[in-house]
């Protein structure tokens, strides 16, 4: 079955940088959009990034504003998200989703990892 | 951007009885709408896209509804494990966006 598994978060000063990972397996990763979505505590979801199944395009959300970097390799069903000039904003839940090939809807999620951006 | 809002946040519904929740787009989105179910402490679940169609697995007790600007979530015969936020997202326009969220509880 699909699985999705971030990895890197943790505490983070303000300003500093972070770089999540996330391990994809159960599907055809070469074949598959990609996403990133965030959840501060005790909010909303909102989405963050989304990556064609060959890199060839990426979209951001506007609250990027250049600072994230996103890329996967496909030899390695990886995704990661390298992300600087944090801010305490930035705090929240970070998730990988699988974009289904339909449409530009989620149809797998992971587990998510904590990115903490304080003093 | 489209603003998705949801309502209401919370909902507190007896086991067996019907809940339904509501997703409104600020423009019309078509019926390019999805809803997912997240637990405490797990990521999200698919249970809807395109505004009505059930994702695999998923029971014929959530159904989904509407098109343009006006969406609803009805989940039958509620069931303690159906106790979550529920999320709704437009995928029409970049950038996706998600509602607030709307929380079940089951009394």
């Known amino acids: 079955q699909v699985q999705l598994v971030e990895s890197g978060g943790g505490v983070v000063q303000p300003g500093g940088s972070l770089r999540l990972s996330c391990a994809a397996s159960g599907f055809i990763f070469s074949s598959s959009g990609m996403h990133w979505v965030r959840q501060a505590p005790g909010k909303g979801l909102e989405w963050v990034a989304f990556i064609r199944y060959d890199g060839s395009i990426r979209y951001f959300a506007d609250f990027v504003q250049g600072r994230f970097t996103l890329s996967r390799d496909n030899s390695k069903n990886t995704l990661s998200l390298e992300m600087v000039s944090l801010r305490p904003e930035d705090t929240a839940v970070y998730y990988c989703a699988k974009d289904n090939p339909q449409d530009y809807f989620l149809d797998n999620w992971g587990q998510g990892t904590l990115v903490t951006v304080s003093t | 951007e489209t603003e998705m809002t949801q309502s209401p946040a919370t909902l507190s519904v007896s086991p067996g009885e019907r809940a339904t929740l509501s997703c409104r787009a600020s423009?019309?989105?078509?019926?390019?709408l999805a809803w997912y179910q997240q637990k405490p402490g797990q990521g999200p679940r698919l249970l809807i896209y395109g505004a009505s169609t059930r994702a695999t697995g998923i029971p014929d007790r959530f159904s989904g509804s509407g098109s343009g600007t006006e969406f609803t979530l009805t989940i039958r015969s509620l069931r303690s494990e159906d106790s979550a936020a529920y999320h709704c997202q437009q995928y029409n326009f970049w950038p996706l966006t998600f509602g607030g969220g709307s929380k079940v509880e089951i009394e």
């Open positions: 423009q019309s989105v078509g019926t390019n």
